[in-house]
């Protein structure tokens, strides 16, 4: 039996709070919304994607190079980047309920909700005009009057009541030093995304590390946004990690490095094991492109609340380099030694987000499947990514079983995260492990004291095989490296 990939969000949340995924952040205190803990599992479920990230970027690339840049950033930055003037969200307010909702999101709902009720036309009408709403000036009233024209009620109290819509910067803001004042001068931000951290080290990034156009700076860290609507487990926190690259290029090979970047990044996320048939790219059309790109693309993936960005792929142009020489005084040039040219280079980004990814391998792992009458849940990941690589059992708690299991534990530790379980039956240990998607599992019985075997049992098709147990490693290196989703 599997079930419908479209129903799987609930299912997925609590086994994630079951099995120590991940948590509702101060859970005890009733919770702060948008806001999560990796527990266990998750911390190193984390730590597996954040790696082969890091290892495809900076590893596998001579040209690229990590740095990891504080959260905290003059202020100035984020007017150089256009975060100030611009990171907005256009919101409403029911002024019945007081709630805050984003008005291009209560428009969204209402095509939703004519396409359910049949009502293709007016939908397809109302998605137009969706679309051509608004230039950033025009596009609080353009949405006002969609939703009077559409008489678009509030979701929580039914009312029909609204404020206008008014743009809400989407960055939080803190106070440096032991001062206490509400003067904006002090004020600096957490930061929205990571890349603006390396843009203003650009420089110094290239003169202490000998690159040469083309060059990437990769990076893995903490951004901040204080996103209104934010109520879908991990796909929209207010506290992400993200996972960004920028490639610093010529200006006119830029339209080819984004191409060739938009094919390495498909590349990567199948290379994580997730199913192709889930994922796609998503160009922006041209007249919905941000302020700084000359090109964006989307790479999606088929959650259980539809297809949804996982990924963006920009050319950044020299937008931010441009800025940043002017708002800094400081020249952002490169010179090119063979052609003795002097230019600010463009820039291709990849940009994704570490918990929506986290979330994609979730869905994508999840399956249920009815074996002898029951239920299994299963979290068919790649063996890469599994947070406990294997588990290790003594078939029953005698001591001779014991030893044995325990010196293959110890064996395996060096290596691979593994988990030693001798609590329960040899089918339940199994099952507890599959929900935690560990991908292969060694039970030591007495017929491998005679003859030095263990049987291994896949997680995948449950298939089991009786090897030696100095094979163990290798079978589970190689089961790992040639594994591919079913
Ligand atoms: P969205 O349209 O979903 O708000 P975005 O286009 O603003 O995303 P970017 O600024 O391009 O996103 O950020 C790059 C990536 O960071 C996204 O593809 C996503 O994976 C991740 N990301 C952005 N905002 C959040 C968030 N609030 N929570 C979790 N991940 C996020």
Same mark, same amino acid.
């Given at each position: ?260 970047? +938009?094919? $390495?990044?498909? #590349? ?7 199913? &192709?048939?889930? *994922? =796609? ?113 003594? +078939?029953? $708690?005698?001591? #001779? ?7 293959? &534990?110890?064996? *395996? =530790? ?73």
């Amino acid at each position: 039996m599997s079930i419908d990939h479209l129903q799987q969000l609930d299912k997925i949340v609590s086994l994630s709070k079951a099995r120590g995924f991940i948590f509702q952040s101060s859970e005890i205190y009733g919770g702060l919304g948008a806001v999560y803990d990796y527990g266990p599992l998750g911390a190193e479920l984390k730590r597996n994607v954040r790696e082969a990230w890091w290892k495809e970027m900076t590893q596998k690339h001579e040209n690229i190079v990590g740095i990891d840049a504080a959260i905290f950033m003059h202020p100035r930055v984020w007017e150089a980047s256009g975060h100030v003037e611009g990171f907005n969200d256009p919101m409403i307010d029911d002024k019945q309920s007081k709630k805050r909702y984003r008005a291009d999101m209560l428009i969204e709902q209402q095509i939703e909700k004519l396409h359910k009720d049949g009502d293709i036309d007016e939908a397809e009408k109302l998605k137009k005009l969706l679309d051509t709403s608004g230039t950033r000036e025009g596009l609080c009233e353009d949405l006002h009057k969609i939703i009077m024209d559409y008489e678009i009620k509030a979701p929580d109290s039914g009312a029909f009541d609204w404020t206008e819509v008014r743009q809400f910067n989407l960055m939080f803001k803190t106070q440096f030093g032991a001062v206490s004042s509400s003067e904006d001068d002090d004020a600096v931000y957490l930061r929205p995304e990571t890349a603006q951290g390396i843009f203003v080290n650009y420089k110094n990034v290239m003169d202490t590390s000998r690159q040469q156009i083309p060059f990437g700076i990769a990076q893995v860290g903490k951004a901040f946004r204080n996103e209104v609507v934010a109520r879908q487990f991990v796909f929209r926190m207010r506290e992400f990690e993200q996972m960004e690259m920028q490639y610093f290029v010529q200006p006119g090979t830029d339209e080819e490095m984004y191409d060739e970047w +938009l094919s $390495k990044r498909m #590349e990567w996320h199948r290379g994580i094991g997730i199913r &192709e048939q889930y *994922l =796609r790219v998503a160009p922006h059309p041209e007249d919905k492109l941000a302020h700084y790109a000359r090109d964006a693309a989307d790479i999606q993936y088929r959650f259980p609340i539809g297809w949804q960005e996982v990924e963006g792929i920009h050319n950044r142009t020299d937008f931010d380099l441009t800025q940043h020489q002017e708002y800094s005084g400081k020249k952002m040039e490169y010179f090119d030694q063979s052609t003795r040219e002097r230019y600010v280079p463009y820039v291709v980004e990849t940009s994704v987000g570490l918990d929506r990814t986290i979330l994609m391998v979730l869905c994508d792992a999840y399956r249920e499947e009815e074996v002898e009458g029951e239920v299994r849940t299963v979290l068919k990941m790649h063996p890469k990514l599994a947070p406990i690589t294997a588990g290790v059992f003594p +078939l029953v $708690k005698k001591p #001779e079983l014991q030893n044995l299991a325990r010196k293959i &534990e110890d064996d *395996l =530790r060096e290596d691979f995260n593994v988990l030693y379980d001798e609590s329960g039956s040899i089918g339940k240990r199994y099952r507890r492990l599959d929900e935690a998607g560990t991908p292969f599992c060694i039970t030591v019985d007495f017929d491998g004291l005679e003859d030095n075997t263990v049987t291994i049992r896949f997680r995948d098709d449950m298939k089991q095989e009786r090897i030696q147990v100095e094979h163990v490693s290798e079978v589970i290196r190689k089961e790992t490296k040639n594994w591919n989703p079913s």
